[in-house]
């Protein structure tokens, strides 16, 4: 599966054959068809996978522990994406970013896993900035979900001008302008 995800991920869906993916893992076409059925089958399966592992890391930084720490834990997440982009040297991107603007116009099963996965990371988001308007760390008055919004589309906008080659400072750096245009609240200076 791995090496499968990443010959889709360096030629795209479009670019990528039946041959390669046997190519780079080592199996014969069919066993290929018979483990996974066709093409579009196994990359509806990676494409899947991905998905799954990209909520599993914004859970795994944006959940746990009170209140109080919230906004440490959206600025940690915020900031992991940029250092992720900008450590991305060969410019692959992310592969649901990836898969959505080659399929998702084409491909319900893509369209659908995409706004699921972004489904999901903004009501993370959301949760988190709703425990830091708690804690007094963002203004209470302030819309969570306008908020939650605003930096999953930095987050995802990162992505994208990181692989049109913005340099990495500029990516980190936009990642703190987007924390630090976030209202402050009463235990925020």
Known sequence: MERAREQFWATGYAGTRMDDIAQATGLGKGSLYGAFGDKSKLFHRVFGDWCTAVVEVAEGRLTGGGDSKALARLSE??????????????????????????????????????????????????????????????????????????????????????KAGLDPQTLRNTADTALAVLPKGRNRP
Do not use: F, W
């Not at 491909?107 to 900035?129: C, G, N, Q, W, Y």
């Not at 930096?151 to 990162?158: E, I, K, N, P, T």
């Open 77 to 162: 997440y915020v900031h992991l994406m940029a250092e992720n982009t900008a450590s991305d040297t060969e410019r692959r991107g992310c592969l649901l970013a990836k898969g959505a603007a080659e399929l998702s116009q084409l491909d319900p099963k893509v369209a659908e896993r995409s706004a699921e996965t972004m489904t999901a990371l903004l009501a993370l988001l959301r949760k988190e900035i709703s425990a830091a308007q708690r804690h007094g760390d963002i203004d209470d008055a302030a819309d969570p979900e306008g908020l939650a919004a605003l930096l999953l589309a930095v987050v995802r906008g990162v992505e994208a001008v990181g």
